[in-house]
């Protein structure tokens, strides 16, 4: 009994990993008729590519449009990382938040160009140069073998890698993508490798491996053209007249979603050539799938099922697409006879998702409320339309999130709608729907996900899904469904979200980071929210010893849910340095909470729920300032306005009415958040001014740009060339170039202790040419590379200054790092010694 269960959770793993992308879009689909035939051929190709690189936006979006629309391959993106290292130009969302987002970019994508989505459980810990960087923070061996699990799951007949396995990848993540990806095609197919994974799935070995290569690679054209004679290519520019697009006008749909990294793009038509350079497995002379059996000959047993599959193709009717669905039950019939095997079941998939979708049979299951907890009843509403005359009959329905069947027996005619309410109580034991490769806390370089499973997934599974038990012509149909959140906006109109599961009680401490910058005590305000009706309990702050918080405890009395109750606790430092942790924890009936609610939300995709952990990090710093008034203009985004807050900054975020010499000069310093100079276009209108303001003897602080698209190019007073330099290694060594310099001395005496602790990076863009009147402070290099001065660059223009930093403060102030709170206050704090405030300052001028 032991092992037929086994086999049967396999059998329903492999069809859910199969179908996800299908199950998880969150509106039930409503393909156009022309789409409905594309998925009528599709059955009959038995063909899959995978594609593979290491981040969200490296894919060749017209590449898997291709192959998953015009060649109709079950094409897969497995994208090595979630780019939680990326910036984001959508919110400020760093870390696992960015990795969340551009998660579900990707699912957007895959939904718009016809692929699907995998991952393995590396971490993008940012920008490395190489591949011995990376395979130093990644655990190789374990991404070795989530590549395997996907090849294996997947089972793709070529692969096709972004990057070449070395320097010209231009990112150590890149080539490790490509060198990962050559061992896992042999690995997979390796008995010996991860027999682990074997109880579940079978060995596997694709036919070949390319790389999407093209002149980028070659490094000119003349160097290219030496080559592309022994290139395999294939024409993406084809236009699809089923979906009225190009390949290019798809691809640039779909890449278009990834927003956070500010990749819109725009359509393409006419011809457009990929280059595939061979790698490993049997090269093939001039077509991708050469010597590759696309065909239902390549299943034993499977040509009555190609015939009648082909006989629905040929007699389809677009103004009556349920008429095929006798042959497609007849289709069903012969499949079922068939012994088990790999494409038995995706192709049983995705037949009784084209048999629903011919008949227009909309099935749907949408709760009251998006969000409950165990223990919790549901208000569930039902519907279920059938709007062909094919008879079909709802015999059950099984809520399988809570053991419930209801038998119901009802037909359904004719485009009449069958609807009904039905009270679920969640069961006590349904955990959080934590994303979960977030549920435990991993490394630098990894996510723990400890369930095989769960490897290579995009997200959860739905936290509740419904079956439909129907009836289809006297032959059984399983539709199953996830319970979803459905909203009318008044501007967007059908708004849809997943539904989750969360705790009873949240626990969110207002801010991430609370910085001591002296002896005086912080308010630490938690705000303790309600995830059902009547919770009652108490409050309190877990804090190391010689830290001390006033009150011990809080009660709490929430009569409804989402009810809210603001709690304060007075936390009072030790005395020196000292860097540690704060939790919340809520007590309720003797059972302790400690996670918050975060929501991201954004109109691109599906919104997000997450349960983080309710710490902050407290830092008791040795810390002076002179100067009290901050000027910032927000760029991309980020969180250092908060964290100078923190400090007892007084922060003022600039609007295009404050861009007036007189009222700048009330601050003591203006700050351009990142990337100000390339997302902020009416910079180029404000540049007289700031540098008058500095001139008149303010301090303008310019944090990190990128070298492109840049709203003005000369972006100091003096001339400096931004480049690609960077510093990788978040502990590479800091060097003083100019001890004696003021920045480094005053207020606080800044030393090489100052840079230790540093989060994911040193630094990046740094300039890497200027003229004379810049002063180089820092200067600081990855492992084997030239020394890189250019991250802080100090001018004198008139009576200010004007400081260049590529120094990556926007990770280091939120992430709470003493050094870098002291060294960027004296950035602010730059002449102010002798001079005092800026009003002081500003009195002199008058």
Not at 21 to 30: E, G, H, R, V
Request: proline share 6%; net charge neutral; hydrophobic share 35%.
């Amino acid at each position: 009994m032991k092992k037929r269960l086994t086999f049967t959770l396999s059998l329903i793993a492999c069809l859910l990993f199969a179908s996800l992308p299908t199950i998880k879009a969150q509106a039930p689909a409503k393909p156009s008729a022309a789409k409905k035939l594309q998925d009528l051929k599709r059955l009959n190709v038995l063909g899959s590519v995978l594609y593979v690189a290491a981040h969200p936006d490296d894919e060749n979006t017209r590449l898997i449009a291709y192959m998953a629309n015009e060649k109709l391959y079950n094409t897969g993106y497995l994208s090595v990382t979630r780019g939680d290292g990326g910036q984001n130009l959508v919110g400020p969302e760093i870390r696992e938040g960015l990795g969340i987002i551009r998660t579900q970019e990707l699912l957007q994508a895959r939904r718009t160009d016809g692929g699907r989505q995998f991952f393995t459980r590396a971490n993008d810990f940012g920008y490395s140069k190489d591949s011995e960087e990376t395979f130093n923070i990644w655990d190789k061996e374990q991404v070795l073998a989530d590549m395997v699990w996907t090849i294996r799951k997947f089972r793709p007949d070529v692969m096709i890698t972004r990057f070449p396995p070395d320097e010209r990848a231009g990112h150590g993540q890149h080539a490790a993508s490509a060198i990962l990806a050559e061992e896992a095609f042999s690995a997979a197919a390796d008995p010996k490798r991860f027999p682990e994974q074997l109880k579940y799935v079978e060995v596997w070995q694709p036919k070949r491996l390319l790389w999407n290569t093209g002149v980028w690679s070659f490094g000119s054209q003349t160097e290219f053209d030496k080559y592309v004679d022994q290139l395999l290519k294939v024409d993406v520019g084809v236009y699809n007249p089923l979906l009225g697009k190009s390949y290019g006008e798809i691809a640039a749909e779909s890449r278009s979603m990834h927003k956070s990294q500010g990749f819109g793009a725009s359509g393409s038509r006419g011809t457009s050539l990929e280059y595939l350079q061979h790698t490993k497995g049997d090269k093939a002379a001039k077509d991708l799938f050469e010597g590759i059996n696309t065909s239902w000959s390549r299943v034993k047993g499977g040509e009555k099922v190609e015939k009648l599959f082909q006989q629905a193709i040929d007699s389809y009717d677009p103004t009556k697409p349920a008429a095929v669905v006798p042959t497609l039950i007849a289709a069903k019939k012969e499949l079922h006879k068939l012994p088990d095997s790999y494409w038995k079941r995706v192709k049983m998939e995705e037949l009784q998702d084209v048999m629903q979708n011919v008949m227009g049979l909309y099935l749907e299951v949408v709760a009251s409320d998006y969000a409950a907890a165990p223990g919790e009843p549901v208000n569930l509403q039902v519907e279920a339309i059938n709007r062909s005359s094919v008879p079909v009959s709802v015999i059950s329905i099984s809520y399988g999130f809570a053991s419930k069947d209801t038998t119901i027996n009802k037909q359904l005619q004719n485009n009449e709608p069958f609807k009904y309410g039905q009270m679920i109580t969640l069961p006590a034991g349904l955990t959080a729907s934590q994303p979960y490769w977030l549920k435990k806390a991993g490394t630098l370089g990894m996510f723990a996900v400890e369930d095989q499973q769960e490897v290579g997934m995009p997200e959860n599974a739905p936290a509740a899904r419904v079956t439909f038990n129907l009836d289809v012509a006297g032959e059984p149909l399983q539709v199953t469904v996830p319970v979803v959140y459905k909203r009318t906006d008044p501007v967007e109109g059908e708004v849809y979200r997943p539904f989750v599961v969360t705790p009873p009680v949240f626990v969110n401490i207002k801010e991430n980071v609370y910085m001591f910058a002296d002896q005086e005590p912080k308010q630490v305000q938690v705000l303790v929210k309600a995830g059902k009706a009547d919770i009652t309990g108490k409050v309190q702050l877990q804090l190391p010893k010689g830290w001390r918080a006033e009150p011990a405890s809080v009660p709490f009395n929430l009569k409804n849910k989402g009810a809210e109750q603001n709690i304060i606790f007075t936390v009072y430092p030790p005395k020196g340095q000292q860097e540690t942790e704060v939790q919340a924890i809520a007590t309720v009936e003797g059972k302790t909470y400690t996670h918050g609610l975060n929501e991201i939300n954004y109109s691109h995709i599906p919104s997000q729920v997450t349960f983080p952990d309710a710490k902050a990090k407290v830092v008791k710093l040795d810390l002076k300032k002179s100067g009290q008034k901050i000027g910032y203009v927000m760029g991309a985004g980020d969180d250092v306005p908060t964290s100078l807050q923190q400090i007892g900054y007084d922060v003022t975020m600039l609007k295009d009415e404050d861009m007036r010499l007189k009222y700048l000069q009330q601050f003591d310093a203006i700050i351009l958040g990142v990337r100000a100079y390339n997302t902020v276009d009416r910079l180029k209108h404000y540049q007289p001014t700031l540098m008058e303001y500095v001139k008149s003897g303010g301090n303008l602080i310019v944090q990190y740009n990128t070298n492109h698209s840049l709203v003005l190019q000369n972006v100091g007073p003096y001339p400096l060339k931004l480049s690609r330099d960077r510093v990788t290694v978040e502990g590479a060594e800091v060097r003083l170039l100019k001890p004696d310099h003021p920045i480094l001395n005053t207020p606080n005496k800044i030393t090489k202790k100052d840079f230790e602790g540093w989060v994911q990076e040193r630094g990046l863009y740094f300039p890497n040419e200027w003229s004379r009147e810049y002063e180089a402070i820092l200067s600081s290099n990855d492992p084997g590379e030239p020394a890189r001065d250019g991250g802080l660059l100090v001018a004198k223009y008139g009576k200010g200054n004007y400081i260049y930093t590529g120094y990556s403060w926007f990770r280091e102030l939120p992430a709470g790092v003493p050094g870098a709170y002291r060294l960027f206050a004296n950035m602010i704090s730059l002449g102010k010694n002798d001079t005092g405030s800026a009003s002081e300052a500003q009195n002199s001028i008058k």
